[in-house]
């Protein structure tokens, strides 16, 4: 990727994967799906069972060839995430709660300025935590160890 493609990546995505989306543009256009992946290096996105193109696979080891039919990526401007309480496709914007946390709210015309769900996609981790310690993790109580005073300033490296 050339320094110029790289200016127009998109560094605030509002988009996540698990959103409800509705197209706009192309040949699925007013049809609503799931985003399936997030393809950030390009400023694409997968719907799920939308965009399907045919691809041609050569038969090979331990899988048969043909035709079949997959679901191409569509560019993050062709999609608009649909508001959870009117239906309609609406811009995403930022808000912060009283408590402080981040959500995301509807806006634009016809939005209803609703806070819009973080996907439950996300929340699933594909690895789970290791509950065990490895060879390569630090034990618990030298974690714990208290190496540095505050008041007394002891453990203060000389520098």
Known sequence: ?????AQKLIQNWKILRGDNVMIIRGKDKGETGIIKRV??????VVVEGKNLVKKHIKQG????GGIFSIE???HV???QVIDPVTGK???VGTKYLEDGTKVRVSRGIGASGSIIPRP???????????TVAGPKDTPLDLVMEK???AKTGIGMPDL
């Open 1 to 5: 990727m050339g320094w110029k493609a």
């Open 61 to 64: 080891q331990g899988h048969e």
């Open 120 to 130: 439950e996609i996300l929340k699933l981790r594909s690895k789970p935590r290791p």
């Open 147 to 149: 190496t540095y005073d």
């Open 39 to 44: 393809i950030r290096s390009q400023n694409r």
């Open 77 to 79: 401007s062709n999609v």
């Open 89 to 91: 496709p609406i811009k």
């Open 72 to 74: 191409a990526p569509l």
